[in-house]
């Protein structure tokens, strides 16, 4: 994966927003993969605290207590590509949206 570059050839800091959705996120692990061509990262925003794991959608990611921490409110990016499936687990229910970056 290249990530895309201005017309300096520097690594772009943006991207074009792509599809967006909300998984509905729990104490039980859901996912959501990834199906744009485009796609080579996603823009998480979680509603209560989340915990998230990326990986190849063939290996069917499980998030669990101990996965990578989203604070809630906050935006992160991570780089993702169409194949992946980002799951996500909360100890309470809330939403986690996601947007492909294109």
């Given at each position: 994966?290249?990530?895309?570059k201005?017309?300096?050839?520097s690594v772009?800091q943006?991207?074009?927003?792509?599809?967006s959705?909300n998984?509905?996120?729990?104490?039980?692990?859901?996912?959501y993969?990834?199906?744009n061509?485009s796609?080579?990262?996603v823009r998480l925003v979680?509603?209560v605290?989340?915990?998230?794991?990326?990986?190849?959608?063939?290996?069917?990611?499980?998030a669990?207590?101990t996965?990578?921490l989203?604070?809630?409110?906050?935006p992160?990016y991570f780089a993702?590509?169409?194949?992946?499936?980002?799951?996500?687990y909360?100890?309470g229910?809330?939403?986690?949206?996601?947007t492909?970056?294109?």
């Amino acid at each position: 994966m290249s990530l895309p570059k201005d017309n300096n050839g520097s690594v772009g800091q943006v991207g074009r927003l792509g599809a967006s959705t909300n998984l509905a996120t729990s104490a039980t692990s859901a996912s959501y993969a990834v199906t744009n061509n485009s796609c080579w990262a996603v823009r998480l925003v979680a509603t209560v605290d989340t915990r998230v794991v990326i990986l190849p959608t063939a290996l069917t990611p499980v998030a669990t207590a101990t996965s990578t921490l989203l604070v809630a409110g906050l935006p992160e990016y991570f780089a993702c590509v169409k194949g992946e499936s980002i799951a996500a687990y909360s100890a309470g229910a809330g939403s986690l949206n996601i947007t492909e970056i294109i």
